[in-house]
């Protein structure tokens, strides 16, 4: 079964740095595009960054000047360096895995970013 587990996420104060990370099993990882998401309280869940499999990455406009995603794809594994936190990027963080023909699509569980003083 496929596995798709976040780690990373915690507390902090605003001007905090986190690093995410995604583990995927059971998946030919290198082969997928990857993204991390956000969905806070109420609201809709929202594409932050994505890298695709040759390395290309995207960014959303409101997170390109804090948020660094990268991939290892020899452990599976996708990043998420997020800095100068602030209150507003509290939520809980997702990754997502697609394949190339977007047939397979798979979603983590999450793990939670509080930002506060």
């Known amino acids: 079964q496929v596995q798709l587990v976040e780690s990373g996420g915690g507390s902090v104060q605003p001007g905090g740095s986190l690093r995410l990370s995604c583990l995927a099993s059971?998946?030919?990882?290198?082969?997928?595009?990857v993204a991390w998401y956000r969905q806070a309280p109420g609201k809709q869940r929202d594409l932050l960054a994505r890298?695709?499999?040759?390395?290309?990455?995207d960014y959303a406009d409101s997170v390109k000047d804090r948020f660094t995603i990268s991939r290892d794809d020899a452990k599976s594994t996708l990043y998420l360096q997020i800095d100068n936190l602030k209150p507003e990027d509290t939520a809980i963080y997702l990754c997502?895995?697609?394949?190339?023909?977007?047939?397979?699509?798979?979603w983590g569980r999450g793990t939670q970013v509080t930002v506060s003083s």
């Open positions: 059971k998946i030919p990882f290198r082969l997928f595009d």
């Open positions: 997502n895995v697609v394949s190339p023909s977007l047939i397979y699509n798979y």
């Open positions: 890298i695709s499999s040759l390395g290309r990455t």
